[in-house]
């Protein structure tokens, strides 16, 4: 199969699709990869290492998207990629449909097969391919915060780790999985005083054991939140859904209850925030403030680290990204735990949870049939 690595376009996105390393392994296994001119340089590969690695350079995303019979992105397609999808086409990238309808109807409309990196599920009930990334944002999520609490940047001048005789700052991780673990990690390990909420008494279990007493975590209430979040100075939200919108957690009549110059950073932005008032911001200007409560909402805070997060999130779907070029759709057919990344096939919205969370009618992969 011809696959085509198209520039990303996102503002402030810095990733790409492959790595010349990913592209040695699909050369390898007799594909084709055609990749954008330029589209390595936010990871500091040049065409050169393209083409050393058995890459051939397209001049323009036109022609990547013209030629490709599967494009491998990292974000979401955005409205000027969307007119250049074909039925037949494979997509596959990270979409986070749920809350951008927009999007999905420009894929249903494009007719392209679009496989989500997020709603891919593993045998134990996982998201591998949402896992890499979620683990930078979890421990990017605590130097954000650490930043912002600076009081040239507006937040209250506290340190996170305190100094001997001066406590520590306060950090609440709300949601204990693979990035509220990795924000509990790296906030212990800089010395706050940290506290993780969830909802499941066997993770709460894992972490306390993971962390030998190091971390307070707490059973996820209404009333133990609400207390948790107004004594914090820095409040991770990471919570996550697959394929559905991020619940509302913080309200804002919480936010004015805050120490003012608290920082509250949403990693579940991509999937709509799980507080009230956030609003997707960018690494070009990360933060605003409402009721006194600095807020940083980037919605792709892996991209500031996109070396890092681009050989992560490689390692995660080179496997998948090769069975879906050496099986085309018969891969998704086959596997169902790739299957539960089909998002949209045909014009149609083929995952549960998105098709609820936009309204749209769902059509089950399994009853129709994706082979043909």
């Known amino acids: 199969m011809l696959v085509g690595v198209p520039r990303e376009i996102k503002n402030n996105e810095f990733r790409v699709g492959l790595t010349p390393a990913a ?71 990270y979409l986070h449909l749920a809350p951008d309808p927009a999007q999905a109807r420009g894929l249903m409309e494009s007719g392209v097969t679009a496989v989500a990196y997020e709603t891919v599920t593993d045998a134990h009930g996982g998201l591998p391919l949402l896992a890499p990334m979620s683990e930078v944002a979890g421990r990017l999520s605590i130097q954000a915060a650490a930043t912002a609490l600076q009081k040239p940047n507006g937040g209250r001048g506290i340190l996170l780790g305190g100094v001997p005789g001066v406590a520590p700052a306060k950090v609440v991780v709300i949601g204990g999985g693979v990035v509220g673990m990795h924000a509990a990690r790296m906030a212990a390990g800089l010395g706050a005083e940290v506290t993780v909420l969830d909802r499941s008494v066997p993770r709460l279990r894992e972490l306390d054991e993971l962390f030998a007493g190091r971390v307070r975590t707490r059973y996820s209430t209404i ?32 936010l004015g209850k805050m120490k003012r110059g608290a920082v509250m950073v949403d990693v579940a932005i991509d999937q709509g925030g799980c507080f009230e008032t956030s609003h997707a911001t960018t690494h070009a200007d990360p933060t605003y403030v409402v009721d ?47 299957r539960n990344g089909l998002n949209v096939h045909r014009g149609r919205i083929t995952h549960r949870a998105v098709a609820e969370a936009l309204g749209e009618s769902f059509a089950d992969p399994d009853a129709g049939g994706i082979a043909a």
Not at 310 to 326: I, M
């Open 23 to 93: 592209v040695r392994e699909y050369v390898a296994r007799g594909h084709e990869v055609l990749v954008e001119t330029g589209a390595g340089l936010g990871i500091d590969a040049d065409d050169a290492a393209y083409v050393a690695a058995g890459a051939t350079i397209a001049a323009s995303a036109a022609e990547v998207f013209a030629k490709a019979g599967m494009i491998v992105k990292v974000k979401e397609p955005q409205p000027s990629e969307w007119t250049q999808f074909r039925p037949g086409q494979i997509l596959f990238t």
């Open 223 to 254: 009333d133990a939140l609400e207390s948790e979040v107004l004594a914090a100075d820095a409040v991770i939200g990471a919570v996550l859904i697959p394929g559905a919108a991020a619940p509302k957690l913080v309200t804002r009549a919480m």
């Open 292 to 338: 006194g409560v600095i807020h940083y909402c980037v919605a792709n805070m892996p991209g500031a680290v996109a070396l890092t997060s681009s050989h992560a999130l490689n390692h995660a779907t080179l496997p998948l990204g090769l069975a879906l070029a050496g099986e085309g759709l018969a891969a998704l057919a086959r596997d169902p735990h790739l």
